[in-house]
């Protein structure tokens, strides 16, 4: 297909297409019908009550089932539904034959607001509903047949073209909830590739450290050269780019599309019924035109080729019979035209071809409303073909462009990793291996010396190791205790942890949880704590939690200093608490959040409502 370009805007091009097409062929259907009261007799009466009634089935189309963002489960859809109902079925004992179109409406509207296996049971009860209630006025099988063939191609127009725009605005939200999945999972994996490759090397070079001696530092050496190598091997291997996923095909709008133009085919076919010779020819014409629609048309190939051969099945047993009932269907070759030629001269095509049927049915001799009903027939048909071709072209463009951007985002995120290894614990690690090293030619004493280096290194690298990782998970305030506490257990730091709290909001758990992380990775970065105490607890409508330990930094930070303190400043503002964090009266540092706890979160009694 051409000119369908991916991108944001392609969601307001659809539904604005969908919208006008739908609208565009609505107005034909309703003229039609009209067209038909004013042939069986134009009383005043008749005109008037026609009119109320068509124009209060378009209202109920357009304004409330075809309206995009109109909740179709709301009582207002039911309640407009069984109006719909009424007005299809009710006026037939007037307007007999005339009304015969409007079923169609009912039929795709049942498929909009109904759910389940009902609404295709309805669909099916309406279509055969239509030639039931009619078997009065007498009219032959064929056109009986016609009746209920057109109701239900009607009915799937109407479904696809109102709701393939909310399928295109749903894609785009599962296409992006896939991409922040895909993220997610490669996240996780980072996390994982992490602990499973440094934390535990890391916490063994720490307790080794303290050991002393050639075997301590030749096993040192050793964990330390093998984590530089596996940094240096995971970091390049995350920065190839990911596998392209699979492609999902746009299966609903192909289906509803091979629906559509078969039933037009059908539809065509038995209109002619009345001669069998006839009947045949636009049965064959109308086959050759639906396999070079579906075949070529819509899909790939020699496009060109495809629109003459449509044009010479349409036009050709027109000019050969003089009957215009044997071109199949005539509006597609005026919606081929609009899918293969370039825009303005696929237009202007499209109203030749049009035209060509009212002339057509004027030559053949046929009455003023025939004319009238062979051009907005070949509208409707085509402006069918050409939106939901349009649609389903869109649909295959946006789930390829998701699935383009999921793998590009995965591939960012891949070199963001690869990046943080590097310039976070690359520098760590090379430190480590050659303090090591120069330990292990030094005398014992400047060698303990080196090792105490090496023991400082190797917390802050855990500290990072742990920084990195957790950054790509999301916040756990249970998980983040658990870490806290082995983490610093693997630290030689005694913790003793106090939680008095219920259940807490989400967003507070969260924030609360991004503190404790912080303030165990500053303790291990800038203290030298043996003993740490982390609480949490509500009183009244506030929860605080507090961390504090006796390892006081030669510079202590106050409240807002520092990216990281600042940075946790500011979120837990942003819910309404506050944050302090500076040496207490006892000689420990102590960093405390708090903030407070909506009402509903307090108390889970019943409350009197208005």
């Known amino acids: 297909m051409t000119d369908h370009l991916p991108g944001p805007g392609h969601s307001t091009v659809s539904r604005r297409l969908a919208f006008a097409v739908v609208s565009v062929v609505f ?29 209060t089935i378009g209202y109920l189309q357009l304004g409330v089932f075809s309206r995009p963002g109109t909740d179709l489960t709301s009582p207002r859809a039911f309640l407009a539904l069984g109006v719909l109902a009424v007005l299809v079925f009710a006026p037939v004992v007037f307007f007999s034959t005339a009304w015969a179109g409007m079923p169609g409406f009912l039929a795709g509207s049942s498929l909009l607001v109904l759910r389940g296996r009902v609404r295709w049971v309805v669909f099916a009860l309406v279509a055969v509903a239509n030639p039931v209630t009619k078997t009065w006025v007498g009219a032959p099988l064929g056109v009986q047949a016609y009746w209920l063939v057109s109701t239900a191609t009607a009915g799937l127009a109407v479904y696809g073209l109102s709701r393939l725009p909310t399928l295109v605005d749903r894609l785009e939200t599962a296409r992006s909830e896939l991409a922040d999945l895909a993220v997610a999972r490669e996240r996780l994996g980072f996390a994982r590739d992490l602990e499973d490759l440094l934390g535990q090397g890391l916490t063994t070079i720490i307790q080794t450290t303290r050991a002393g001696g050639e075997a301590a530092i030749a096993r040192i050496l050793g964990i330390a050269r093998a984590a530089l190598a596996d940094v240096r091997s995971v970091a390049s291997s995350y920065r190839d780019p990911p596998s392209p996923p699979a492609p999902i095909p746009a299966l609903f709008p192909r289906v509803l599309l091979t629906a559509v133009v078969i039933g037009y085919c059908v539809m065509a076919a038995l209109l002619a019924s009345f001669d069998l010779r006839v009947m045949a020819v636009c049965a064959v014409s109308g086959a050759v035109i639906a396999a070079l629609v579906l075949g070529i048309v819509v899909r790939s190939g020699p496009r060109y080729l495809a629109l003459a051969g449509i044009a010479l099945c349409v036009f050709g047993p027109q000019l050969v019979t003089g009957n215009p009932f044997t071109g199949g269907v005539p509006g597609f070759a005026a919606g081929a035209a609009l899918l293969v030629l370039p825009r303005r001269l696929g237009w202007v095509a499209f109203g030749a071809v049009v035209a060509s049927q009212g002339v057509v049915h004027a030559v053949a001799g046929n009455p003023l409303t025939d004319v009238v009903w062979g051009m907005i027939a070949a509208t409707n048909h085509g402006l069918v073909l050409y939106a939901l071709t349009k649609l389903w072209s869109m649909v295959t463009e946006l789930q390829r462009a998701r699935e383009e951007l999921a793998a590009a985002a995965v591939t960012r995120e891949r070199l963001r990793f690869a990046r943080d290894l590097h310039d976070l614990l690359g520098y760590s690690l090379s430190a480590i291996t050659l303090k090591t090293e120069l330990a292990h030619r030094l005398a014992p004493e400047q060698a303990r010396r080196e090792l105490a280096e090496v023991r400082g290194i190797a917390r802050q690298a855990l500290a990072d190791v742990r920084s990195v990782a957790l950054s790509y998970r999301e916040l756990s305030f249970d998980e983040e205790l658990r870490s806290a506490r082995n983490l610093l257990a693997a630290a030689d730091v005694e913790v003793g942890t106090r939680i008095d709290a219920g259940e807490l909001p989400v967003d507070v758990k969260v924030t609360l949880a991004t503190v404790l992380r912080e303030g165990v990775t500053n303790l291990l970065r800038h203290s030298k704590a043996e ?70 979160s307090i108390s889970m009694t019943a409350q009197p409502q208005l």
């Open 27 to 55: 107005a034909n259907y309703l003229l039609n019908a009209f067209l038909y009261v004013l042939d069986a007799g134009a009383t005043p009466a008749r005109v008037a009550g026609s009119l109320a009634c068509l124009a």
């Open 531 to 600: 003993h740490c105490e982390i609480e949490l607890s509500t009183s009244g409508r506030l929860a605080a939690l507090e961390i504090v330990n006796d390892g006081v930094p030669a510079a202590a930070p106050k409240s807002g200093d520092g990216s990281g303190i600042g940075n946790l400043t500011t979120r837990v503002r942003a819910l309404g608490g506050d944050l302090h964090a500076g040496l207490t009266p006892e000689h420990t540092f102590r960093l405390r959040a708090e903030i407070p706890l909506p009402r509903q």
